[in-house]
């Protein structure tokens, strides 16, 4: 065989080598690409059954007979147990019935008693100067230094009530919703509580739903230590507050009426520096988590104030996170089991 008849052979071999493997690169390219599409698919379905689970709740949390006090006992609770039994790994938390960072005074933040829960005692200082620079804190992670956030003690969810709120901070509202100078308004409105419609007047740049008589704080919701600590800051020094927590106590247990009672008795003992209209039965702001195999929602629900009885919800933020295979086996393993468990805790706290 000639030289030039063997090169022949050996390129047509390797001509043959390379197509077989383009073939090979091509069919696992196409599984590949396969495979990924059948991933997008499934990861859509599963944020569309995240959605529909969302609005299950949503719904459930709008058809509370009751508006006016949220408790154990309110339907949204029923439903999220079906929920789970249906094997959702789901959670839902108050997360607004605590301290709000953004709405309450330096003067009720710097109080003695709450310097232990703080992680640094210029924390009340450092969150009056950001606020008369800057504005409010967007996010967890720029207080994350300040305080522990799991504890329940401080929140940055909620409204603003001037009977409690610092006139700087009202004041930065004003001029981040109307754009204009706030500051003769804010002293207004913290000199003038009960006129806050008259003040605020039609074209109030929607701030009649942000700034309104409320208690920022519920009974049923908020933790145990928290309250035994607000009830204490609200006596005289010295002053023995069982007979007030265990009246607490009853109506956790009860989950419904009573508070206004409380507090006509609580009237005879009150301080001046801090009042039991911080406490209430309403949960102004819900943290949703939702797991599903391959992908967590994770969204904020606020209750809107529309009037006296006028209540509705919407959700204020929504993310959707892809698990990890970790997290998507953990899911698979004990979702409902973890589910229970956290639930239980939430709502299973009831004595202080």
Known sequence: MAWGDGFALVSSLVLLFLMAWATGMTF?????????GEEHRTLLLEKQELLQVLEKVLNSLQSDPTPLSDSWRDPVWTEISILEHQGWDIQLKDVSSALNINALSKDVLSH???QSHFLTSLAPEEIHSYQKAQGFYQSLDEVSHLFDFSKGFFTIYGYWNPCFAHPIQLQRL??????????????????????????????????NS????????????????????????????????????????????????GLEEWKEEFA??????????????ETWFWSLSLSSPSMKLSAVIT???????????????????KLTNEESRRTRSSRRCGALLSLRVDRGRIFL
């Open 28 to 36: 696992q390219q196409g599984q590949m690409l396969r495979g990924k």
């Open 268 to 281: 005879n003992h009150q301080k001046q520096d801090l009042s039991p209209a911080l406490l209430g039965t």
């Open 174 to 207: 004003i001029e981040s919703r109307s754009g204009e100078d706030g500051e003769n308004l804010a002293i207004a409105l913290k000199s003038s509580p009960s006129q806050i419609s008259a003040l605020l007047g039609e074209d109030d740049h929607g701030l």
């Open 210 to 257: 942000l700034i309104f008589h409320h208690s920022p704080v519920n009974v049923h919701f908020a933790q145990p230590e928290l309250l035994s600590l607000l009830v204490e800051m609200m006596l005289e020094k010295g002053e023995s507050s069982h007979a007030l927590l265990d009246s607490l106590n009853h109506i956790r247990l009860l989950g419904f009426g």
């Open 112 to 114: 003695s008693l709450l």
């Open 303 to 321: 209750k809107g104030w529309g009037g006296e009885e006028d209540r509705f919800y919407h959700v204020l933020s929504c993310v959707f996170e």
